[in-house]
């Protein structure tokens, strides 16, 4: 409840404060092969809130998945079911991140990594982790600020 | 840098490897309790599995050597309490017929022997699928002329328990074919639909990734061999339905209630993909 409270409040701002520049989820253009060449907010992205959202249980959980080694002593307890993210920017341009980021299905077809910026198309939604039915459109997991944020901490993941 | 990348090759082939199926063994450790009752804790996967799997793992081999060990001797399992309780009630007459389970089934020690292995179970009169919670109710209601349990609730889980217990070390078989066919089918098909909003299925996570960690989860089969499951966590004995509740939730999607004909369909299907693993209850996870 709170934390489907908290996303909403979260849209709304976003879409308050930019409203003219931001692209919402069923505006995104995915490239053929899932790149997002465009902002989703027109403004550069903060990378160390993106750090924040990328290690927090609430927003991206991220690190649920993939190991960041540059994380770990902030935020243990790192999962192994995708790739390990340390050198992402050496393997991925900031569009193609865009793209992994917002809708990681366009860019590897059936993957397990949730979308985090997509609102419809749900089988049984939930609100939030209630365990409750919800009305599509739902809240996107991360907000098109968020999304931007977490692509520039990504795009500070390089080995040199 | 070279070394780095070539690390994260040798990681995901290592995962490939794992999400084929590969045998590695989970641990080495045997499961005995009581140092008499030998438990299987890993098989060949059964036939309908059509090479999803090669082996089937007891979540047992997943939790840490602390927690498996609590599993070893009944002296320490706190799961052995609430089938203590049950045991109680078994003998206690309730409802207008006057009767107690032990009127019509006497000692569950022979009644109730091998019961656990084959449920899910196609009942005939009434032309379903009745899981061990369901049957407990009928009995109650049709012939005890007592209320209903709660299908989670405490008193029942502990009976499904004091049943369960009377078929450890005896292995899983449930019926698939016939007239559960269908019932299992439909748990099949649940169990591949990636639900809610994060869109995930049972198998996204028990099946392509057993054995990999999930924050700090070490991720196994999902099997219910082990059911009803006494958690570290919440200090309680937990029915298959609550864990399957559980683990849809997490997928940020509306969960089926306990009981439902979905999670009837599904605890079939998952029961099936544990068939040739020993029965283990009441077991012990974190």
Same mark, same amino acid.
């Given at each position: 409840?709170?934390?489907?409270?908290?996303?909403?409040?979260?849209?709304?701002?976003?879409?308050?404060?930019?409203?003219?520049?931001?692209?919402?989820?069923?505006?995104?253009?995915?490239?053929?092969?899932?790149?997002?060449?465009?902002?989703?907010?027109?403004?550069?992205?903060?990378?160390?809130?993106?750090?924040?959202?990328?290690?927090?249980?609430?927003?991206?959980?991220?690190?649920?998945?993939?190991?960041?080694?540059?994380?770990?002593?902030?935020?243990?307890?790192?999962?192994?079911?995708?790739?390990? /993210?340390?050198?992402?920017?050496?393997?991925?341009?900031?569009?193609?991140?865009?793209?992994?980021?917002?809708?990681?299905?366009?860019?590897?077809?059936?993957?397990?990594?949730?979308?985090?910026?997509?609102?419809?198309?749900?089988?049984?939604?939930?609100?939030?982790?209630?365990?409750?039915?919800?009305?599509?459109?739902?809240?996107?997991?991360?907000?098109?600020?968020?999304?931007?944020?977490?692509?520039?901490? /990504?795009?500070?993941?390089?080995?040199? | 840098?070279?070394?780095?990348?070539?690390?994260?090759?040798?990681?995901?082939?290592?995962?490939?490897? /794992?999400?084929?199926?590969?045998?590695?063994?989970?641990?080495?450790?045997?499961?005995?309790?009581?140092?008499?009752?030998?438990?299987?804790?890993?098989?060949?996967?059964?036939?309908?599995?059509?090479?999803?799997?090669?082996?089937?793992?007891?979540?047992?081999?997943?939790?840490?050597?602390?927690?498996?060990?609590?599993?070893?001797?009944?002296?320490?399992?706190?799961?052995?309490?609430?089938?203590?309780?049950?045991?109680?009630?078994?003998?206690?007459?309730?409802?207008?017929?006057?009767?107690?389970?032990?009127?019509?089934?006497?000692?569950?020690?022979?009644?109730?022997?091998?019961?656990?292995?084959?449920?899910?179970?196609?009942?005939?009169?009434?032309?379903?699928?009745?899981?061990?919670?369901?049957?407990?109710?009928?009995?109650?209601?049709?012939?005890?002329?007592?209320?209903?349990?709660?299908?989670?609730?405490?008193?029942?889980?502990?009976?499904?328990?004091?049943?369960?217990?009377?078929?450890?070390?005896?292995?899983?078989?449930?019926?698939?074919?016939?007239?559960?066919?269908?019932?299992?089918?439909?748990?099949?098909?649940?169990?591949?639909?990636?639900?809610?909003?994060?869109?995930?299925?049972?198998?996204?996570?028990?099946?392509?990734?057993?054995?990999?960690?999930?924050?700090?989860?070490?991720?196994?089969?999902?099997?219910?061999?082990?059911?009803?499951?006494?958690?570290?966590?919440?200090?309680? /004995?937990?029915?298959?339905?609550?864990?399957?509740?559980?683990?849809?939730?997490?997928?940020?999607?509306?969960?089926?209630?306990?009981?439902?004909?979905?999670?009837?369909?599904?605890?079939?299907?998952?029961?099936?993909?544990?068939?040739?693993?020993?029965?283990?209850?009441?077991?012990?996870?974190?």
């Amino acid at each position: 409840m709170n934390r489907a409270i908290l996303s909403a409040v979260c849209v709304a701002a976003g879409v308050g404060a930019a409203a003219a520049a931001e692209v919402a989820p069923k505006d995104v253009q995915y490239g053929e092969y899932g790149a997002v060449e465009q902002s989703l907010t027109g403004q550069p992205g903060d990378a160390a809130a993106g750090r924040k959202v990328v290690g927090s249980k609430s927003l991206g959980n991220c690190v649920a998945c993939h190991k960041i080694s540059e994380l770990i002593d902030d935020v243990p307890f790192h999962g192994e079911i995708g790739p390990p /993210l340390d050198g992402a920017a050496d393997r991925w341009s900031e569009a193609q991140l865009r793209g992994i980021v917002a809708n990681a299905k366009m860019t590897f077809p059936e993957s397990m990594m949730p979308s985090f910026y997509k609102t419809t198309g749900y089988i049984r939604p939930g609100k939030g982790f209630t365990g409750k039915a919800a009305q599509e459109p739902l809240p996107p997991l991360l907000t098109a600020q968020q999304i931007e944020d977490v692509v520039a901490y /990504l795009m500070t993941l390089k080995y040199e | 840098m070279m070394t780095t990348s070539l690390k994260t090759m040798i990681c995901t082939a290592a995962m490939l490897t /794992l999400g084929a199926g590969a045998a590695a063994a989970q641990t080495d450790e045997k499961l005995v309790v009581n140092g008499e009752t030998e438990i299987t804790t890993q098989a060949p996967a059964p036939a309908h599995l059509d090479g999803a799997l090669d082996t089937i793992y007891s979540g047992w081999e997943f939790r840490s050597p602390a927690t498996r060990e609590v599993q070893m001797d009944d002296f320490d399992n706190p799961g052995m309490i609430f089938v203590d309780q049950a045991r109680q009630v078994w003998n206690t007459a309730d409802g207008s017929e006057g009767k107690s389970c032990a009127s019509c089934h006497d000692d569950p020690a022979q009644s109730m022997k091998g019961v656990r292995a084959v449920y899910p179970k196609w009942n005939e009169d009434a032309q379903e699928v009745r899981t061990l919670e369901m049957q407990i109710n009928d009995c109650r209601t049709n012939r005890m002329g007592a209320e209903a349990w709660g299908y989670t609730d405490k008193g029942m889980t502990s009976m499904v328990a004091l049943i369960s217990l009377q078929s450890r070390g005896m292995p899983v078989n449930v019926a698939i074919d016939g007239p559960a066919q269908s019932t299992w089918e439909k748990g099949k098909e649940l169990y591949y639909t990636r639900t809610g909003q994060l869109e995930l299925s049972c198998a996204n996570c028990h099946e392509d990734h057993y054995g990999d960690m999930i924050r700090a989860d070490h991720l196994s089969q999902g099997q219910i061999n082990g059911f009803p499951v006494y958690r570290l966590k919440n200090a309680k /004995l937990n029915a298959v339905h609550s864990r399957f509740k559980g683990c849809v939730r997490d997928t940020r999607a509306e969960t089926y209630k306990p009981g439902s004909p979905e999670f009837v369909a599904l605890e079939l299907y998952v029961a099936s993909r544990g068939n040739g693993l020993d029965v283990e209850a009441p077991s012990v996870r974190n």
